[in-house]
T-cell receptor, first 116, second 117 residues
Framework: AQTVTQSQPEMSVQEAETVTLSCTYDTSENNYYLFWYKQPPSRQMILVIRQEAYKQQNATENRFSVNFQKAAKSFSLKISDSQLGDTAMYFCAFMNYGGATNKLIFGTGTLLAVQP | EADIYQTPRYLVIGTGKKITLECSQTMGHDKMYWYQQDPGMELHLIHYSYGVNSTEKGDLSSESTVSRIRTEHFPLTLESARPSHTSQYLC????????????????FGSGTRLTVV
């Protein structure tokens, strides 16, 4: 069974600074997707960034980038130039590629607070 | 605009009452899901559906039931609510393939916060 672990329950960063959120996962599968989702106080889950396991290049989406280490089963999220609107709960998630259900398996989340 | 809708947004109900949480999507997605999010924010899959007339239990055991009579509609029912059912319930849907955004078209609703007193 796949598991996703986020070891940082809470983090804080100053506005305009850079912060890295950690995520590790465990799977015996070789083909999968990894995602970072953001859940602001409004509660709507929003996709931040995704990474296909077969791609060696780390995904980047504007101020958000990942450090994907497949051998180490690590998938950290870096937020550059943090903004107040980045304050939210961040979830790392795993999806088995080609699975019939497209189920997402979530980590326990990291609550990020961006301080002015 | 294509989206996924959950109603009600908030619900406070007494123990023993029967409730139905509504979830509808306008995207024609074949797969739909219910996630339960506990006060510690952890998300657990409790039900999913491959398509019409298909429902499966998720990874977390739940006393709730679901139905999928129409593609766009995936309601969740609790026959007799208890305080232990107090939680946030998130509905989601996804496409068969990777979708244009490469995220398997995963879209989440805004959630229903249920409190059973």
């Amino acid at each position: 069974a796949q598991t996703v672990t986020q070891s940082q329950p809470e983090m804080s960063v100053q506005e305009a600074e850079t912060v890295t959120l950690s995520c590790t996962y465990d799977t015996s599968e070789n083909n999968y997707y990894l995602f970072w989702y953001k859940q602001p106080p409004s509660r709507q889950m929003i996709l931040v960034i995704r990474q296909e396991a077969y791609k060696q290049q780390n995904a980047t989406e504007n101020r958000f980038s990942v450090n994907f280490q497949k051998a180490a089963k690590s998938f950290s999220l870096k937020i550059s130039d943090s903004q107040l609107g980045d304050t939210a709960m961040y979830f790392c998630a795993f999806m088995n590629y080609g699975g019939a259900t497209n189920k997402l398996i979530f980590g326990t989340g990291t609550l990020l607070a961006v301080q002015p | 605009e294509a989206d996924i809708y959950q109603t009600p947004r908030y619900l406070v109900i007494g123990t023993g009452k029967k409730i139905t949480l509504e979830c509808s999507q306008t995207m024609g997605h074949d797969k739909m899901y219910w996630y339960q999010q506990d006060p510690g924010m952890e998300l657990h899959l409790i039900h999913y559906s491959y398509g019409v007339n298909s429902t499966e239990k998720g990874d977390l055991s739940s006393e709730s039931t679901v139905s999928r009579i129409r593609t766009e509609h995936f309601p969740l029912t609790l026959e007799s609510a208890r305080p232990s059912h107090t939680s946030q319930y998130l509905c989601a849907s996804s496409t068969l393939g990777a979708g244009p955004r490469g995220d398997y078209g995963y879209t989440f609703g805004s959630g229903t916060r249920l409190t059973v007193v």
